[in-house]
């Protein structure tokens, strides 16, 4: 069975019943969602994604491999964040500070060896100021050295799927053996922003002081745009100069990572090209919700003889500005629908295509359980499919 609709021409608004809503559309809203090529970004790699969809709207060499500098304390933090939400570690806890973590070089908390510093100030002076001793020191106290927590962090790294990344230190120090990509760091970005926004939040923040020594945050962008939030600068002679960033305007957020660049003044000016282009010309449309009912279905041999069908994640797309009118949803499901039924099972699939060109597909599910009904029924069901050619 096929059904075709329009969706709805309320962005970011679930989509209630599968109507047709518009035959033909104006040439304003034709012209409205034309889109200019992307803009030219001197970085080695870099992408733009929508955080709703997880959807990629510009990308150059986002899989190769990279030098990743303080981008890896993204990662750093990332795990001191989990391990604060499972209750392993707490924000007040007092962490002893080893030679080691005192005595690196580079960006630094200027924290002094033989003393105690609280989680919290750590994690700080990780995000903010991109501390290599802080991220040395709390790599320590999660797993008791940083050689233990690189092992940690290629882990995380595999669970969420980052294919183009190895760890070998906690702070991005330079090492031939350690790489990332572009598109691992978005992945990485988006899953901080999901999991622990709790955390996330400390990313904005443009100043932190220990110590009495005040330092600012390196992302030139929470100076200069709004909008923007996060996350992290890196730098070293190999890596170059690297951002990733995020941004929300109007409801919709938007990743961008740039590896490479020139300068300071450079990975931010790349990444404005890149933020400003992706929420000047594409939005983020809410298609359906999660669990909501979009067509019935009969059912044989079941209890009942209708189940409603409807996703098992909200459906979400990024799509040119203007052009949601012109989206068309069709369901495929299946003919012969049989008991017993468990709710989630695959039963049809969602397509959601723009001007002829396939966007998405999710699969349909069933929104409740059907019990396998009395033998009679089941009798009756089967003569029935038999001459009907079903059976």
């Not at 039924?341 to 699969?363: K, Y």
Request: overall charge negative.
């Amino acid at each position: 069975m096929t059904s075709t609709a329009l969706l709805s021409a309320r962005p970011l608004l679930p989509v209630r019943a599968l109507l047709l809503l518009i035959t033909c559309l104006l040439p304003a809203l034709a012209s409205a969602s034309m889109v200019p090529r992307p803009p030219q970004v001197e970085a080695s790699g870099y992408i733009l994604m929508d955080a709703a969809s997880g959807q990629v709207i510009v990308e150059h060499n986002a899989d190769e491999q990279l030098p990743p500098a303080s981008l890896t304390k993204i990662m750093t933090d990332y795990i001191a964040a989990r391990e604060i939400h499972h209750g392993n570690i707490k924000m007040d806890d007092k962490v002893n500070i080893s030679v080691k973590a005192w005595r690196m070089g580079g960006s630094r908390m200027f924290v002094r060896e033989g003393t105690q510093v609280s989680v919290e100030d750590l994690i700080n002076g990780i995000i903010i100021q991109s501390g290599n001793d802080a991220a040395v020191a709390i790599a320590e106290h999660i797993a008791g050295s940083e050689s233990a927590f690189a092992d940690l962090m290629n882990q995380h790294a595999r669970r969420l799927g980052m294919t183009n990344s190895y760890f070998t230190n906690a702070t991005g120090w330079p090492d031939e053996n350690m790489y990332t990509s572009a598109r691992d760091m978005a992945t990485l970005a988006l899953s901080l922003i999901n999991d622990y926004p709790e955390n996330y939040v400390l990313y904005r923040e443009k100043s932190f002081t220990y110590n009495n020594i005040t330092q600012q945050n390196r992302n030139l962008l929470l100076w200069r745009d709004p909008s923007v939030d996060g996350i992290k600068t890196g730098h070293t002679e190999a890596a170059g100069y690297c951002l990733v960033a995020s941004a929300e305007r109007d409801g919709m957020r938007l990743i961008s990572v740039v590896m490479g660049t020139a300068s300071e003044q450079a990975r931010a000016r790349e990444t404005q090209k890149l933020l400003n282009y992706g929420f000047r010309f594409f939005e983020t449309y809410a298609a359906y919700d999660a669990g909501e009912a979009l067509t019935p279905s009969r059912v044989w041999m079941g209890k009942t003889s209708d189940i409603e069908l409807g996703l098992a994640e909200d459906m979400v797309l990024t799509i040119p500005r203007g052009s949601h009118e012109r989206l068309n949803a069709e369901m495929t499901v299946s003919s012969d629908i049989r008991a017993p039924i468990e709710r989630g099972q695959r039963l049809g699939t969602v397509t959601i295509s723009l001007d002829d060109e396939v966007l998405l597909e999710q699969p349909l599910v069933a929104l409740a359980d059907v019990e396998r009904a009395g033998i009679f029924k089941r009798f009756w069901h089967s003569l029935v499919l038999f001459f009907t050619g079903l059976f």
